[in-house]
């Protein structure tokens, strides 16, 4: 026979025999496991592999020569059932509430009662504190992102897997652990083949009874994907994608939903598909921010600083995020892994723009740093560390930087760290004066980017590039083809920033073509965008570049300007890329420069103008901005104003100054819904009012296709579900906010007790408020109680009351708190701070609703609905001694966490109008919230929570006269 005999039975031969059959079904037919025939359909040389010996070869034989194998018996440590010994119902009922903290992303919590079960010796059998170590290097891994710490605690529990130690339920959650640290960004543990190994075994052991079945499988297509990603094989990571969002389909887990769109986000960004990428990843910062998932949001957040970076806004408002997400991530106990670096990127190309060179250094230094440590690959921050040393001279670093990429030797995105060394190679090539083979060089890294198949980004920015190398080496019509061919790049993933980089080239290929009125025109739209993106830099080297396109035409002023902007690039520290380019052709007509401050009117005014307005992956904030500069540039001293209307036709101002009364006013829609209009205050030449249309109407187009490429900055409003309950002065616009109250409806009925967590000013009072007024008792009394306020002495008679003589001082008789909340609800305010002494009588009365006031004989009979809150953690209390244990369980039957208020973003802006309309003194109109305002108020950290924002909101209003509309100038923020 036969081809399996002479092989004796290698792994072709196996898959052969199994056919159509599972790995199950097939190992079933054998009487094995499915482990075990994988491990036969393993390559010879794989550690793991095994080949069928004895009966079971017997067995296949006989199935090979179309027999019936007769059922050899199964092994005698499955059938015992002794060695792999299951995890318990005691075991399973202490992981329980390890579990339910993982699923909430809440990894400190996590860890504490992860260690606290493993120490408390309770968990006897392997299985049981091999799932503990999974849950463990959980939190490690995707709380805190320290792959290693979180592969040392796995080691040992693969061991037992190897050892067939582990029951299979629990042995596939050590598989899908290891293939995700195998698959994650260490240059040391990084392994494909690995990843693939831990994924087989994991699917093999994959059954119904498997705890978490469906997370375990999408966590083995999440390291799947990673490892794809790090690889950088484009082609599987778009195959991947589909079956991420397959496995996603069954899992309920927040955390793996979470960590799955993350890898989502990741792969439409690398794919270039910028907006998508923008929105997944807001919408990753913000399903993380409800969740309380710091180092998710911290992800989001830097991804999102890079994409507004890319939509060429203010690099401040880059550096507010990354700040954010330092705070969030890196002051806590996050280690510095690779949304590290992530931030890195953002905040030095930010930095860049800013032409602050000594802290995009410091923290290019910061991040490699970081790349070296975990053996990653330098690719990570090539491109911001090549412009650094461009911008600052530094060409024999930059040689060194392109030799380092170009022999990057490791396992991470080997190909495309070499493709971006050569790209650095031609980079330098060109500014040593080599233009020709610069040009040479750029064409060749994308003959490598296309060997790889994809990165277009790179790509793109590479063809840019070129475009420019060629027409420095006087070779036209190839710089003509490679602008053909960046602009399709640019169409596919368009960013404002390297549009911008792309009009400049783009400027000076026209002036060596002789047609410097056109040249001068991209290169005034260009230094527009870099203006409007606050990248001083370049727009610097732009303004050189237009004084160069005057000289060439012989405009009289071109030399002193020439002079001044190299002033103004030594100024900034820039160290001028030496100019090998040929002069530029004598102009072919000469044309008369724009010249003496008249405004131009006519077509050829709007030529530069419609440049600005139709730079594509410019957000929908910054086109209004450009429509207003536009307008100022065009009609000098009318003071535009942009306004959206509302279905009122109320106006908001959005941008210009509010104190220039409009005459001529444009009503434009941007094609998705909103009305907005421009106004100038006249008169206007004869023409002006046409000009003034169609520009309003062009950016209503870029707006509407702003808003279909995802690049609209505003967020949608966020709706009340249907059916929800309404509770006069609870303010809630997030989700989080809504499930809450929905939560407080269902409990109407209830007399449960709840419990509030929540940080200090966050809103705790308001939700036991909520909760009383919804409930059916909101007509009988609401007390409040704070446990903090009242002196230890005077604690107990406080709450349970006294007879009068019960102590010295009680001169009359007291109901005590409890009692005068008969009928109703007890909301007690800070109940951590309740002294122990009391705390046994405390418990006495929520088991059997009892008070025993001092001096009484006989205990009283109360019905009261006990609503507790604190902003203390009770689980470390209890564990001190300073809370007692059986007092925190009966608190627990309904907990509630108000989640604090950086963590619902959605609600800053519906409280501050809550509170604005709710502060502004009587018979006045409540000033309107302009939209900088809105902005600075969402943008910032809120440590003090709602408290804070309404302290906020009445300081600003307690200036008075109050303005029309309040802008960021007149909120105070900080006091
Ligand atoms: N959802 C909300 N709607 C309207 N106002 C709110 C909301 N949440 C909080 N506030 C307001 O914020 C302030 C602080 O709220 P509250 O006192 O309930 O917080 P807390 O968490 O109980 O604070 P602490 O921990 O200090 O006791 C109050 O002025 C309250 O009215």
Request: glycine share 8%.
């Amino acid at each position: 026979m036969s081809r399996t005999e002479a092989e004796g039975f290698g792994p072709e031969a196996i898959r052969a025999l199994r056919g159509e059959l599972s790995r199950a079904a097939f190992a079933r037919r054998l009487g094995v496991t499915p482990l075990t025939v994988y491990r036969w359909e393993l390559p010879q040389a794989a550690p793991q592999a095994r080949r069928p010996r004895g009966r079971v070869a017997e067995a296949l034989r006989l199935l090979a020569e179309g027999g019936q194998p007769t059922l050899p018996p199964p092994p005698a440590r499955l059938a015992t059932g002794l060695a792999r010994q299951e995890v318990s119902r005691e075991e399973r009922a202490l992981l329980a509430p390890c579990h339910a903290l993982l699923r909430r992303a809440g990894w400190r919590a996590a860890e504490d009662a992860l260690l606290a079960v493993l120490a408390s010796g309770g968990l006897r059998s392997v299985g049981a504190r091999a799932l503990a170590a999974v849950g463990l290097a959980y939190v490690y891994r995707w709380g805190f992102e320290d792959v290693r710490r979180a592969f040392t605690l796995l080691l040992p529990h693969l061991a037992e897997a190897d050892a067939g130690r582990l029951p299979g339920a629990v042995e596939v959650h050590v598989h899908a652990m290891a293939a995700n640290l195998f698959a994650s960004p260490d240059g040391r543990l990084f392994d494909p083949g690995k990843v693939n190994v831990h994924v087989a075994r994991a699917e093999a052991l994959l059954g119904p009874n498997v705890f978490a079945a469906a997370e375990a499988r999408c966590h083995l297509r999440i390291a799947e994907m990673s490892a794809a990603f790090y690889m950088g094989a484009p082609e599987l990571i778009s195959r991947q994608k589909g079956r991420v969002q397959e496995a996603l389909a069954g899992v309920s887990d927040p955390t793996m939903r979470v960590l799955a769109a993350d890898v989502l986000a990741h792969e439409a960004a690398f794919q270039g598909e910028g907006s998508l990428a923008t929105r997944r990843f807001r919408e990753l910062a913000q399903q993380a921010g409800r969740e309380g998932y710091a180092f998710m949001e911290a992800r989001g957040l830097a991804f999102l600083a890079q994409r507004r970076l890319d939509e060429a806004a203010e690099p401040d408002e880059a550096l507010t995020l990354v700040r954010r997400a330092r705070e969030l991530a890196w002051d806590g106990r996050l280690a510095r892994g690779f949304t590290f670096i992530f931030a890195a990127r953002a905040e030095a190309d930010a930095l860049l723009r800013l032409a602050r060179f000594a802290e995009a250094e410091a923290v290019l230094n910061e991040g490699d740093a970081v790349l070296e440590e975990h053996g990653w690959t330098p690719q990570h921050l090539a491109v911001q560390r090549a412009r650094f040393l461009y911008l600052t001279g530094r060409y024999a670093d930059l040689r060194r930087l392109a030799a380092r990429l170009s022999g990057y030797a490791g396992p991470h995105l080997q190909a495309h760290t070499r493709a971006t060394g050569c790209w650095v190679e031609a980079l330098v090539d060109w500014v040593e004066g080599h233009a020709q083979r610069a040009a040479e060089g750029f064409a060749n890294t994308q003959a490598r980017i296309l060997e790889g198949n994809g990165w277009p980004i790179l790509r793109r920015d590479c063809l840019i590039t070129e475009v420019g190398a060629r027409t420095a080496a006087g070779q036209l019509p190839e710089a003509r083809t490679a602008l053909r061919r960046a602009r399709a790049l640019l169409e596919q993933c368009p960013s404002a920033w390297s549009t911008a980089r792309l009009l400049r080239h783009e400027g000076a290929l026209l002036a060596r073509e002789g047609r410097s009125r056109e040249a001068r025109e991209k290169l005034e739209a260009s230094l527009a965008t870099f203006t409007l993106a606050g990248d001083r830099p370049e727009a610097a080297l732009t303004r050189r570049r237009l004084a160069q396109v005057a000289r060439a035409g012989g405009e009289p002023d071109a030399e002193a300007r020439l002079v001044q902007s190299e002033e103004e690039l030594r100024r900034l520290g820039i160290t001028p890329p030496p100019d090998f380019s040929p002069e530029p052709l004598p102009a072919r007509e000469l044309e008369a420069p724009a010249s003496d401050g008249a405004p131009r009117l006519g077509a050829e005014a709007l030529v530069v103008p419609f440049e600005r307005l139709a730079v594509r992956g410019m957000g929908a904030p910054l086109i209004q901005r450009e429509l207003v500069r536009v307008l100022e540039g065009l009609f000098p001293g009318v003071g535009p104003r942009l306004e959206e209307l509302d279905s009122q036709g109320r106006a908001t101002l959005l941008l210009g100054e509010d104190d220039v009364p409009a005459s001529e006013w444009v009503e434009f829609g941007d094609e998705c819904g909103r009305r907005l209009r421009v106004g100038v205050a006249g008169p206007l030449p004869a023409d002006g009012r046409a000009l003034l249309t169609s520009l309003a109407r062009l950016a209503g187009f870029a707006l509407e296709v702003a808003v279909l490429r995802g690049f609209a900055h505003a967020e949608p409003p966020v709706r009340e579900p249907e059916g929800a309950p309404e509770v006069p002065g609870f303010i809630a616009a997030s989700p989080a906010m809504h499930k809450l109250k929905a939560e407080l409806a269902g409990l109407s009925g209830s007399r449960a007790t709840v419990i509030v967590t929540g940080e200090s000013g966050s809103g705790k009072e308001v939700v036991a408020r909520a909760l009383h007024r919804l409930s059916a008792r909101a007509e009988r009394p609401y007390v409040a109680f704070n446990c903090a306020a009242v002196p230890r002495e005077l604690f107990e008679g406080q709450l349970f009351g006294y007879r009068r003589g019960a102590y010295t001082g009680a001169a009359t008789d007291h109901p005590g708190v409890i009692r005068a909340a008969h009928g109703g609800t007890l909301f007690l305010d800070e109940i951590g701070e309740l002294p122990l002494e009391v705390q046994p009588k405390l418990l006495r009365f929520l088991e059997n609703g009892e008070v025993f006031p001092l001096g009484e004989t006989r205990p009283a009979q109360v019905d009261v609905r006990v609503i507790a809150a604190t902003h203390r953690d009770l689980g470390q209390l209890v564990r001190e001694g300073r809370f007692r244990e059986d007092l925190y369980y009966r608190l627990q039957v309904v907990p509630m966490r108000v989640p604090p208020l950086r963590e619902r973003r959605e609600d800053v802006v519906a409280l501050a109008r809550h509170f604005v309309n709710h502060l502004t003194p009587e018979g006045q109109e409540p000033p309107q919230l302009a939209p900088d305002a809105l902005a600075a108020l969402v943008a910032h950290s809120w440590p003090g929570n709602v408290r804070e924002l309404r302290n906020v909101i009445e300081r600003s209003l307690a200036f008075g006269p109050l303005p029309a509309v309040l802008g960021a100038d007149r909120l105070r923020i900080r006091g």
